[in-house]
């Protein structure tokens, strides 16, 4: 695998409000929220006195990484490390901004360079991406590029958090009051495995897809009305509000989504805001229907008793096991399946 998370901050929160991202990252505060996007729709913002607050990003073990992202300050009042990679609690490679604009790069508190006042200029959306080639104690390339242009390249780095060569984490991180209050939007996370996804991929956007339409099999239950779709889309999730259930292996829901209109796709993150309610084990795939494969992917367990999101990424369209194309993507169906 080679793209590990994706993220457009758009399903939620509503303008203005406190993100509430049901397990798919963990926020801590109240002052985290939705906020004008960067290209459009959404983007997650620290607001007020942003001391403790932070959000938190699980990993798999990566001992390399890529990492793209919306980037914006509303005020270059503090300086401050505010977006890193982390082993547990352990602050490892990240990037911040001193009060004269200048991009930093830091290990924990370690500065490795420091570069020019006005690199940032507050108010002003930036594409940020950083690169680390290993996590290790000598040995490291670590790449920053602003707006795809190469801020630095530092070579033969100290890149470890500790004494684990790996990070599991990512964290944005708020620090005082009304100092420190970024903006983010349109992030993506890589390892450096595989054949695609692998490195730098420039200026990028993340855009939502929501089902529109019921489509092929539709065998849940919803908690109203006969139409299926429009019991799962709602921003935020609204719990027990809307719904479809059911528990009955090999039941299966399917919907049309929004017409994407993308020149180049990346990946596709199929999302499901669920939990369980019966006892037992369940378990659920993410389906992908696209020409004439049915794709189910791993099956996933249910989380219990409160609401979580289960996330499948597919980085290419399993009907032709190449990258998705926009009428590939236009004419896919995505659903979930009791397995």
């Not at 798999?60 to 992202?69: E, I």
């Not at 470890?160 to 005082?176: E, K």
């Not at 369209?317 to 995505?334: E, G, I, R, V, Y």
Request: charged letters at 15%.
């Amino acid at each position: 695998m080679s793209l590990i998370f994706m993220e457009g901050f758009e399903a939620h929160a509503t303008n203005g409000n406190v993100i509430a991202p049901n397990g798919k990252f963990t926020v801590v505060g109240s002052n985290v929220l939705a906020t004008a996007g960067r290209l459009g729709g959404l983007a997650g913002c620290f607001s007020g006195s942003a001391t403790g607050q932070l959000i938190y990003f699980p990993l798999p073990r990566l001992t390399s990484f890529v990492l793209g992202m919306g980037f914006r300050m509303d005020s270059l009042s503090a300086s401050a490390r505010g977006f890193a990679f982390y082993e547990n609690s352990n602050e490892g490679i990240g990037f911040g901004v001193n009060s004269n604009g200048a991009l930093t790069i830091n290990r924990g508190s370690t500065n490795l360079y420091t570069g020019s006042a006005g690199d940032i200029v507050a108010g002003t959306w930036y594409y940020i991406e950083l690169s680390c080639s290993t996590i290790a104690a000598t040995g490291a390339t670590i790449v920053l590029r602003k707006d795809t242009s190469v801020q630095t390249t530092l070579t033969n780095q100290n890149s470890r958090p500790s004494t684990n060569l790996w990070v599991d984490n990512f964290r944005i991180n708020g620090q005082g009051t009304n100092t420190y209050l970024p903006s983010f939007d349109d992030m993506y996370i890589l390892d450096t495995t595989g054949s695609v996804n692998n490195a730098f991929l420039g200026k990028r956007k993340v855009i939502l897809l929501q089902p529109v339409s019921d489509s092929g099999s539709q065998q849940w239950t919803t908690n109203s009305g006969s139409d299926h779709y429009n019991r799962v889309t709602d921003i935020p999730a609204d719990g027990d509000t809307t719904y479809i259930e059911d528990g009955t292996s090999g039941h299966t829901d399917l919907f049309e989504v929004t017409d994407p209109e993308l020149l180049t796709i990346d990946g596709v993150a199929v999302n499901a805001v669920c939990k369980q309610t019966d006892a037992g084990v369940l378990q659920l795939n993410l389906q992908c229907v696209s020409g004439g494969t049915t794709s189910n992917g791993s099956a996933l367990p249910a989380p219990s008793a409160s609401y979580l999101t289960k996330t499948r990424l597919l980085e290419q369209d399993p009907n032709t096991s190449a990258a998705w194309d926009n009428l590939n993507l236009m004419h896919a169906k995505f659903g979930i399946k009791v397995s």
